[in-house]
């Protein structure tokens, strides 16, 4: 979508300057505030989408804007003038696609042109990782509303994998299954690739992922020799794993997802390793190690 004017905060919009406005969502979080903070040093023309606009980042030329995944005038009025958008998937509940329906609708009705989703790697409709499902759903609704796409399928990501372990463990139904565990700054260099030029990448899916794959018996020997702190991948049953769990106290759905997320990588679902991060970004990916050394 072009304009001719420029939006109540000031955004000139790409009629005037030439030059394609990308919207950013998910910035007060990780993933978004680096594609953000990757996009502004490119000197693109952006607009920073916030479900709480005072926790965004401060970039200069940058302004931002109230957004919530819902499908109101507030929303469409947010996404005015914004030609691609990134859209990073929203927080885990049970009525997330809900939720990516509603924003797309409203993508659509601000005359929205190119969305460029965080999805999963091996998004299915029947994929072990009950939240891929979600994605896959997303992906589909994305498809059929008649905007240009670009999904990021990433695999877990690697910041996570510490935080994993608890008291000196890490515990779930994984086997010898492997995992191409992804650093977020990986995905974040890739989205800002793919939205600096987004056209070359319409209808493309790239599983982003990172530079091997590894058990959780290497990710548990990684962390005690990098960090010091002893630790050790106990392989749970699914059962275990989900009497393990139950002490928190969350909904079926949140344990389901958790315990999935085992069972995918037993099943071989995200243990592909994929050339995207070094293909879009012109360096190679972030190893575990490299990560937990940073």
Known sequence: MTTDGAA????????????????????????????AAELA?????????????DAAPVIAGAPVRQVDYADTAETRAALAGVDTLFMVSGAEAVDRVDHHKAFVDAAVSAGVGHVVYTSFQGAA??????????????EEYLRASGLDHTFLRDSLYADFLPLMVQDGELRGPAGEGRVAAVARADVAAVAAAVLSDPARHVGASYEVTGPEALSLAEVASLVSEVTGMPTR?????????????????????????????????????VERVSDAVPRLTGRPATS???LLTA
Request: charged share 20%; net charge negative; glycine share 12%.
């Open 8 to 35: 109540a905060d000031g955004v000139t919009t790409s009629a005037r300057d030439g030059r394609a406005l990308v919207g950013v969502t998910g910035v007060t979080g990780h993933v978004g505030g680096l594609v």
């Open 41 to 53: 040093g490119r000197g693109l023309p952006l607009v920073l989408l916030a479900r709480r606009p």
């Open 125 to 138: 409709p029947d994929c072990t990782f009950t939240l891929g499902r979600d994605h896959w759903a997303t």
């Open 233 to 269: 991948y106990v392989d749970e049953s699914v059962p275990e794993a989900y009497a393990s769990r139950a002490r928190y106290g969350a909904p079926d759905w949140q344990v389901d997802a958790w315990v999935s997320t085992y069972t995918a990588i037993a099943a071989g679902e």
């Open 288 to 290: 575990l190690r490299q």
